[in-house]
């Protein structure tokens, strides 16, 4: 009978661990997919804009140029290089640092392994 108890026991306790499994495998598909979703996204919206910013700009300094041909062609185009190289500086810093404040991938998924941790080792 003791027997019986024990594998009965030892199959719920199997059954648990590959619920518990499959719950935190689910938890981290959803993270995967959620990053990825997030990750298309913001390239999409940064190869759009950085299109339209560079065709913008490339028609400014056209229209600097042209309106100073006589005077101070040369003094423009240097002014608006350096501006544009200082822009895309700018814009290089900008976008290291927004990458080391990114969070942590699978932040939940390994919070919710941490509670499992310590749920089991009570």
Known sequence: MSQENLLSSIK???STSASIAQT????LSV????????L?????????ALFFLFFG???LA???VIYSWESDRMLALGLLTTAFIS?????ALVIMQTLRNMPKLFEASIAEFAKDREE???
Do not use: P
């Open 62 to 64: 056209l229209l600097i």
């Open 40 to 48: 298309i996204s913001l390239l999409v919206m940064i190869v759009s």
């Open 120 to 122: 089991l080792s009570r």
């Open 57 to 59: 700009l490339v028609m």
């Open 87 to 91: 822009i895309g500086l700018i814009l």
């Open 12 to 14: 719920n306790l199997a």
């Open 31 to 38: 993270d995967v997919q959620i990053a990825r979703n997030k």
């Open 24 to 27: 935190r495998l689910e938890l």
